[in-house]
């Protein structure tokens, strides 16, 4: 129901937009996420948006880089990754929740809905 897309191979200080699309239900007005997992590491918090889109969060890593932000048209949220460094490679994944929470999103175990990730590659 979630399908991530827009990875690739960019170089170092290149930019990326990755999309999730929803598809089967409607996420409009539900918190979304994005995680990622670099080789040998548990999957990470990057940023989420949450369920009015009035507040977006982000780990520290990426704060300043990326930006998270939605179309409700669309059923779509995107990850605007600017300034990438080689430590961003990683499988990025979105993830969405059915609630009304603007708590926790940056929790693996708070999302019920996970796309199937994109890998990003950044060269140095």
């Known amino acids: 129901q979630l399908q991530a897309y827009g990875g690739g191979l960019v170089q170092s200080g290149g930019s990326l937009r990755l999309s999730c699309a929803a598809s089967?239900?409607?996420?409009?007005?539900?918190?979304m996420a994005w995680f990622r997992r670099a080789p040998g590491k548990e999957r990470e918090f990057v940023a989420a948006i949450s369920w009015r889109s009035t507040t977006t969060y982000y780990a520290d890593s990426v704060k300043g880089r990326f930006t998270i932000s939605r179309d409700n048209a669309k059923n779509t949220v995107y990850l605007q990754m600017n300034s990438l460094k080689p430590e961003d490679t990683a499988i990025y994944y979105c993830a969405a929740d059915l609630s009304y929470s603007d708590y926790d999103l940056d929790r693996v175990g708070f999302y019920d809905y996970w796309g199937q990730g994109t890998q990003v590659t950044v060269s140095s």
């Open positions: 089967g239900r409607t996420f409009s007005n539900y918190p």
